[in-house]
């Protein structure tokens, strides 16, 4: 099992930066789960959608919504994803989930969620 912990979440005025982190912790063996690791977000009556990943080597992916706005990186020797936001927009509001996969693929979340932090911009 792997045990996400996000933090960084909160208020924002539009144009505002913000810092996400998430702390992955387990088993020696379940780290391996964090092969892949990625941040979503889901807006209130939306489906949750992915706005970045990045893998174990580095290899990041973007949602085309943040590009230019958003990075995301880890430090693999903490286990920690980090997501960088700024000039942020009132339609980033939403809660932003931790998400570790064994896989490195993009495409389809992995089997571990955080519980989630709230992210809200206001205009």
């Known amino acids: 099992q792997v045990q996400l912990v996000e933090s960084g979440g909160g208020w924002v005025q539009a144009g505002g930066s913000l810092r996400l982190s998430c702390a992955a912790s387990?088993?020696?063996?379940?780290?391996?789960?964090?092969?892949?690791m990625a941040w979503y977000r889901q807006a209130p009556g939306k489906q949750r959608e992915l706005v970045a990943a990045i893998t174990r080597g580095g290899v990041t992916k973007l949602a085309d919504s943040v590009k230019g706005r958003f990075t995301i990186s880890r430090d693999n020797a903490k286990n920690t994803v980090y997501l960088q936001m700024n000039s942020l927009k009132p339609e980033d509001t939403g809660v932003y989930y931790c998400?570790?996969?064994?896989?490195?693929?993009?495409?389809?979340?992995?089997?571990?969620w955080g519980q989630g932090t709230q992210v809200t911009v206001s205009s």
């Open positions: 387990g088993s020696i063996g379940s780290i391996a789960s964090t092969n892949a």
């Open positions: 998400n570790a996969n064994r896989l490195i693929r993009f495409d389809i979340p992995g089997n571990y």
